[in-house]
């Protein structure tokens, strides 16, 4: 049996939806919950069955992990309120957990001697950054609670935000024109149902083949002509349109050409 890992936790704001403080393990590994007072730290051990109330930061000197569920808003203050306490920092680890922030938020904490992590939620996993020992010590904690753990390169959340947005975000609007397109010629529910669901499935395994083939679809299949001509008449039949498309091309076009340079 894996040694407990003796966990703590300062938890504010509203934490009932919370994916970590759900984590099966808790009720074995969490120690001492901190919170605006010691009635609210109670209700929390109380609602989530796990660990107890306490009045002081101090009182967190017991754990070796302390995890930080914080509105981001109240981040600066709790962490300058930790600073302030003679907790053994060089022997403890804190990790904000679902949250964008990243590690450096808690630098001041890092300077008083203690590892620093953060954490944010992807669909099905955690996502994990900051110093090793924090990022391992919240990674063990999160596996023996049943949920996968991926680490990044310290520094690198920014990178993560980046892909997240670009694969969650970005192509939203035009996967919207290519329905609004669909509807237009005449194609309707389970028809253009399909047809973006295949589309989109072929986009995801390119994707994951990492081939340099940049032109799927029809820029791949037709003579450049072809393809001119269909630039024409769209232009001819909605401006606004196909100045969208001309638009999403052209950034596909610099993308692809970066690519092939590197």
């Keep these: 049996m894996k040694k407990q890992l003796r966990v703590g936790l300062v938890v504010e ?3 009932t939806a919370s994916a970590v403080l759900r984590l099966s393990c808790l009720a074995e590994e969490l120690g001492p919950i901190k919170s605006a007072g010691l009635q609210v730290a109670r209700r929390t051990s109380n609602f989530l069955r796990a660990g107890y ?3 002081h930061y101090q009182d967190l000197e017991s754990a070796r992990l302390v995890l930080l569920r914080l509105p981001d808003g109240r981040v600066p203050r709790v962490v300058g309120e930790l600073c302030e306490t003679e907790l053994p920092f060089p022997e403890m680890a804190f990790a ?3 949250t964008w ?3 450096d938020a808690l630098v001041p904490l890092k300077r008083r001697g203690a590892a620093i992590a953060s954490s944010v939620n992807a669909q099905n996993c955690f996502v994990l950054e900051g110093d090793i020992p924090a990022v391992r010590k919240l990674k063990r ?3 023996r609670g049943g949920a996968k753990a991926i680490e990044l390169r310290s520094g690198a959340k920014p990178l993560y935000f980046a892909a997240s947005l670009l694969s969650t975000a970005i192509p939203v609007p035009p996967f919207q024109l290519a329905q609004q397109a669909l509807r237009e010629s005449g194609v309707s529910g389970n ?3 399909g047809l973006i ?3 989109t499935d072929i986009m995801a395994q ?3 083949r990492g081939g340099r083939a940049a032109w799927g679809g029809p820029l791949a299949e037709c003579a450049d002509d072809v393809a001119q001509e269909h630039f024409r008449q769209l232009q001819v039949q909605d401006p606004a349109f196909a100045a969208t498309l001309h638009e999403w091309l052209s950034l596909a076009r610099r993308h692809s050409a970066r690519r092939s340079k590197s």
């Design 197 to 199: 669901n295949e589309w």
């Design 13 to 15: 704001g509203n934490a």
């Design 53 to 55: 109330g306490v009045t």
């Design 141 to 143: 904690l999160l596996e």
């Design 206 to 208: 390119s994707v994951r």
């Design 191 to 193: 028809d253009l149902a």
């Design 101 to 103: 922030l990243t590690a």
């Design 96 to 98: 904000l957990c679902e």
